[in-house]
T-cell receptor, first 109, second 117 residues
Framework: ELKVEQNPLFLSMQEGKNYTIYCNYS?????LYWYRQDPGKSLESLFV?????AVKQEGRLMASLDTKARLSTLHITAAVHDLSATYFC?????????FGTGTRLTIIP | NAGVMQNPRHLVRRRGQEARLRCSPM?????VYWYRQLPEEGLKFMVY????????ESGMPKERFSAEFPKEGPSILRIQQVVRGDSAAYFC???????????????FGPGTRLTVL
């Protein structure tokens, strides 16, 4: 059974600081996703990572994938308040997504 | 191009009643997935359907839950004789058929928040 673990579960950051969210998974996978969810809202797709060594960047967020270590990271650079949300990684296998527990990120002014 | 649509957005049922949740995939998408999110948790896969076929229902509870995606019309997730533990947000996602651009992505609808009294 595929297991996906994220850490930390909760993260409070000051504006302007950098931090990394980690996503570990237990078995080989087709691809890995990062999503953002605001309270009471649906999931917004941030990144799709398809291959070992893949790195994608959008604004202050950068995601990477190491399939050998079964590890993905979501790096936040110079955090701003608008990035406050819950971030999920999800690993795909046979078209079905297994989600991590989520990281609730709070950016403090 | 409208996104994935779900209705109702909020649904309140008493214990023992039936809940019907609807999902219309994005135009051109033939694959539908249902996920359930309990409060403060991640999403859990329930079922994966193509038109008129259930491909993978390994995440569906064995009793009271069923799903369909008919040739015409939306996908339906049906919960019979609801209990309080069924209270959750139910999200539908859709993706294009294999071979088309974007086939790897699942696009999520706004969700239906079910409350069982």
């Amino acid at each position: 059974e595929l297991k996906v673990e994220q850490n930390p579960l909760f993260l409070s950051m000051q504006e302007g600081k950098n931090y990394t969210i980690y996503c570990n998974y237990s078995t080989t996978s087709d691809r890995l996703y990062w999503y953002r969810q605001d309270p009471g809202k649906s999931l917004e797709s941030l990144f799709v990572l398809l291959s070992n060594g893949a790195v994608k960047q959008e604004g202050r967020l950068m995601a990477s994938l190491d399939t050998k270590a079964r590890l993905s990271t979501l790096h936040i650079t110079a955090a701003v308040h608008d990035l406050s949300a819950t971030y999920f990684c999800a690993v795909a296998r046979n078209e079905k997504l297994t989600f991590g527990t989520g990281t609730r990120l709070t950016i403090i002014p | 191009n409208a996104g994935v649509m779900q209705n109702p957005r909020h649904l309140v049922r008493r214990r023992g009643q039936e809940a019907r949740l609807r999902c219309s995939p994005m135009k051109g998408h033939s694959h539908v997935y249902w996920y359930r999110q309990l409060p403060e948790e991640g999403l859990k896969f329930m079922v994966y359907l193509q038109k008129e076929n259930i491909i993978d229902e390994s995440g569906m509870p064995k009793e009271r839950f069923s799903a369909e995606f008919p040739k015409e019309g939306p996908s339906i997730l049906r919960i019979q004789q609801v209990v309080r533990g069924d209270s959750a947000a139910y999200f539908c996602a859709s993706s294009p058929p294999p071979g088309l651009a974007g086939r790897h992505e699942q696009f999520f609808g706004p969700g239906t928040r079910l409350t069982v009294l």
